[in-house]
């Protein structure tokens, strides 16, 4: 396998075709605390490194807080940090008088024992957003920490209309990178993307899988793609590279096995023609009746004021209601409600405070009702099967 390699917009730099996302990495609970399998996440980097992948993303809020460290540790401990890039974000919202741009990038710089980010991104705005940035000096902030070399290089994350990135980047000349969603059922930001990248912008894809829910579509699609095995993660990850802006598409990984797999993808993938890109714009207009609910587990949205697990909630009911995988919704549905700290759905207070963190602005309250009346339907039909085989075999 041989990772390919991108020009990242005017930074100089020249950056995997892969990124490496720790936003997914493995998690376990005991009692009320999150820890992280952090020898799994060890052997996860290092894999990474050795394959060829050079960029790390990461947030204070990944992983219940507990990415950043993880990664900054692996990268110190094993001596890998200035073999590859560091990317850390800050979110606007979290500033403020006392919590100032600089003084958050220093205690985050401190707590990874960094002593500068390769590349630091505003994280999750739109336009409203970078207006209160403008306002409040945050932009002058950044470049200020970047003339004393705390950040290399200044970049956001996008999460608005797709017209506001335009705003954006015509308003502000610091930024030198941009990080947006762009999959085969999300081509929102095609268009700005080309913008940016005319602009001098390196451009990062995030959700190249749509949140998984294109790893294996072909269960439930009848499409004439016997070559391509329909829309696989191959071809999922050959669309998102055949678009000449992106220069690397981000993939959050789970296991070792997930880092092989998709660095193989990667290596060998090939741009699509325009008749196979035709093909995959006529299979979207089929998938698009199983999008009523677009979640891509980012977990923006936690932590939920009552405390429900709504990605998880989500992450059910899209493996029943897309994939038909029923038995798998029910047995992680059921494996949920019997956790010691189960919060059900009907608890939701409709603050709404996780629809405006939400990156695809779902109408979450109203959202998990129907998805909870769909899972507990499926949990009766389930006990109802049970006692029917059970009469049966008595």
């Known amino acids: 396998m041989k990772m390919i390699y991108s020009k990242f917009g005017n930074t100089g730099k020249q950056i995997s075709k892969l990124g490496f996302g720790a936003a997914r990495l493995p998690e376990y609970k005991i009692g009320n605390s999150w820890h992280l399998d952090r020898e799994t996440v060890n052997n996860m980097v290092m894999t990474s490194i050795d394959l060829g992948i050079n960029y790390f993303d990461s947030g204070d809020l990944y992983c219940h807080g507990l990415s950043e460290l993880a990664i900054a540790e692996s990268l110190s401990h094993n001596g890998r940090r200035n073999s590859v890039y560091l990317a850390n974000k800050v979110m606007p919202a979290s500033l403020n008088s006392e919590n100032t741009f600089r003084k958050n990038l220093e ?10 980010f390769d590349f630091y991104y505003f994280w999750g705005i739109g336009k409203d957003d970078f207006d209160n940035m403008t306002k409040y000096g945050y932009i002058e902030d950044a470049k200020r920490a970047k003339k004393d070399g705390l950040i290399d290089h200044i970049g956001f994350s996008f999460h608005d209309s797709a017209d506001a990135m335009k705003y954006i980047i015509d308003k502000c000349n610091a930024f030198e990178m941009v990080l947006c969603q762009y999959n085969i059922l999300d081509r929102t930001n095609e268009e700005q993307m080309a913008y940016a990248k005319e602009h001098g912008l390196g451009v990062l894809v995030m959700s190249p899988l749509a ?76 998938l698009s009746k199983f999008s009523d609910l677009y979640c891509t587990g980012c977990n923006y949205c936690q932590p939920c004021a009552m405390g429900i697990d709504i990605s998880r909630y989500f992450n059910a009911y899209t493996l029943s209601n897309v994939y038909r995988l029923n038995k798998s919704a029910f047995d992680d549905f059921l494996a949920m409600q019997r956790e010691s700290d189960f919060i059900g759905a009907e608890k939701c207070i409709q603050c709404y405070k996780c629809v405006e963190r939400c990156p695809q602005k779902i109408d979450i309250p109203k959202k998990l009702v129907k998805v909870d009346r769909y899972l507990n339907k499926l949990v009766r039909f389930y006990d109802f099967m049970k006692k029917l085989d059970d009469n049966q075999e008595g």
């Open 107 to 116: 205690n985050q710089l401190m707590k990874l024992n960094q002593d500068h």
């Open 211 to 286: 949140g998984g829910r294109l790893v294996n579509p072909h269960k439930m699609l009848h499409n004439d793609w016997s070559d391509l095995d329909a829309l696989s993660i191959e071809i999922a990850m050959r669309f998102v590279l055949s678009n000449k802006s992106v220069d690397c598409t981000l993939s959050g990984f789970s296991d070792i096995n997930m880092v092989k797999e998709n660095v193989g993808y990667i290596s060998q993938c090939s741009a699509m023609s325009q008749e196979e890109l035709d093909r995959v714009s006529a299979m979207v207009s089929q």
